[in-house]
């Protein structure tokens, strides 16, 4: 997406246009209400001024209790006046005009920043942000690939977007980044792999510029395991992984939906679409983020059930153990006793019969511990049937869930997001879209058109097939965005 190009005046961000999106974001339910009376500045924890042609940040310093605050798709030149937002976790200043990474030192607990489609050649000025965990800086002017071990001190960094940068075209590009930054789980939209992560140990021993002897060879090999460790294990990194819903926390999947999508940057131009665009991502976000959740708990489901399998399986093994120590500590006590009673006998006769009754007391534990083979057995295969079949419906009840059969039943959620609702905004926001380009292309022919569009959206507008395929392609890039997502879920379970 890109922002608006226009003839409309560039804004400021003042206390009529906050209210304004405060309003519009309330639920309809007290929307009346809270133009009455209005919404006290403390209590709002998000704000969304997306799509409003903003040219600085002004008056968001009564807010302070902000931890959500999206300014994406405008024409902001500089990073100012958020000093008193020191509560935001997340900061969306994408797709503006942004050239310097400044004025965000006070903003110590943010989580999620991204700067994505700018005009930065830089990263600097971000030593303060400690917590930052994911950081989306692609389609900006990065050249040096030297600008990555800037971010080595952030240590809770593990979601990186760099994609579209210049730097991207160097061979060692990935090695590069992967080698100075081994915690990461993803880069650019893709999970950082065990190769990847073990190839990149050797780059970083030269990045360091550290002579390769024959010691620093022998250091880089000693420590492949711990790269791969660092990155993959550490602090449980795989966990989004392991529990199949990677890319579906933030906005991962709706910015990887527009990464490729040419068309829908052109369509954004078009009247009316910068309005229809200012709830999409939202709603789409917070039901990835929803469904996310959802399978970070179905993770632990999986895990507890594993778990249980093996603590019954170490249970019977150990009872059964016991048992079987039990029995043989009995019959040695008696072969003793036998044998001792066979070395004093008076008698030929006398030893014979204890030698006979020691000769049947091993039929007997041979017999009494085959027995508890065959017990065991079958409490095993037991176990094994029940935990399949416990696999097999937690696997089913997840994937049906997933795919809005009967959408979270087991997670007792009133809200059903699925990837089919994510299918059915996309479709819906395709629908709109499409009335917005066939109004256009008729206001066009009319001559009625009030904006000055570039001239790229202008031969969109050539003719009806011309825009109706433009949206129509927009719409199946995204759509089989989603469908991937989909399947490498449902792959991924299926695989477990």
Not at 68 to 74: I, P, V
Not at 79 to 107: C, K, P, Q, R, Y
Not at 382 to 397: G, H, P, Q, T, Y
Not at 455 to 482: E, F, Q, Y
Request: proline share 2%; glycine share 2%; net charge negative.
């Amino acid at each position: 997406m890109s922002q608006l190009h226009n003839s409309i005046e560039p804004n400021i961000i003042d206390d009529e246009m906050v209210q304004k999106a405060i309003e519009e974001q309330c639920p309809e339910d007290v929307r009346e209400l809270a133009k009455r009376e209005g919404i006290n500045s403390k209590d709002v924890m998000e704000l969304q001024l997306s799509f409003r042609n903003i040219l600085q940040i002004d008056n968001l310093w009564q807010y302070e209790n902000l931890t959500k605050l999206q300014l994406d798709n405008n024409v902001i030149e500089k990073i100012e006046a958020l000093e008193s937002l020191v509560h935001l976790v997340w900061l969306d200043l994408s797709f503006n005009n942004i050239e310097v990474i400044e004025g965000l030192d006070t903003l110590v607990k943010l989580q999620d920043l991204s700067l994505y489609n700018n005009r930065i050649s830089k990263i600097e000025h971000m030593d303060t942000l400690q917590e930052l965990q994911i950081f989306s800086i692609g389609r900006n002017n990065l050249t040096a690939l030297e600008d990555v071990i800037y971010l080595r001190r952030f240590k809770n960094l593990r979601t990186l977007n760099l994609t579209g940068n210049p730097l991207c075209h160097d061979e060692q590009y990935v090695l590069f980044v992967v080698a100075h930054l081994p915690d990461l789980i993803y880069l650019d939209f893709k999970l950082v792999s065990d190769t990847t992560v073990s190839i990149s140990a050797f780059p970083a021993c030269e990045m360091e510029q550290q002579p390769l002897t024959d010691h620093s060879l022998r250091w880089c090999a000693s420590n492949i395991l711990a790269f791969r460790a660092g990155s993959l294990q550490k602090l449980g990194l795989q966990k989004h992984a392991t529990a199949f819903v990677e890319y579906l926390n933030g906005s991962f999947l709706f910015d990887n939906m527009y990464a490729d999508d040419t068309e829908a940057a052109q369509l954004a131009n078009l009247p009316g679409v910068g309005t229809l665009l200012q709830a999409y991502p939202s709603w789409f976000i917070s039901v990835c983020e929803t469904l996310f959740n959802y399978g970070l708990k179905e993770h632990e489901n999986r895990e507890a059930e594993v778990s249980d399998f093996y603590k019954s399986l170490h249970k019977a093994l150990a009872a059964n153990q016991q048992e079987g120590r039990k029995i043989i500590l009995d019959f040695e006590n008696r072969n003793k006793k036998r044998l001792d009673e066979i070395h004093n006998a008076s008698s030929y006769d006398i030893a014979e019969s204890k030698r006979a009754e020691c000769k049947e007391d091993i039929l007997q534990l041979s017999e009494a511990l085959m027995t508890l083979e065959t017990l065991i057995a079958d409490q095993l295969e037991e176990l094994i049937k029940e935990f399949k079949r416990n696999v097999a419906d937690i696997a089913s009840a997840f994937i049906g869930n997933v795919r809005g059969i009967y959408p979270f039943d087991t997670f007792s959620l009133t809200i059903f997001s699925t990837m089919t609702q994510c299918r059915d905004l996309e479709n819906h926001h395709h629908e709109k879209l499409l009335e917005i380009a066939i109004t256009t292309l008729e206001k066009s022919v009319k001559n009625e058109l009030d904006e000055d569009l570039p001239d790229d959206v202008r031969m969109l507008l050539a003719d009806k097939n011309t825009i109706v395929n433009a949206v129509n392609v927009s719409h199946g890039i995204r759509l089989r965005k989603i469908d991937k997502r989909e399947s490498d879920i449902f792959s991924n379970t299926y695989r477990w």
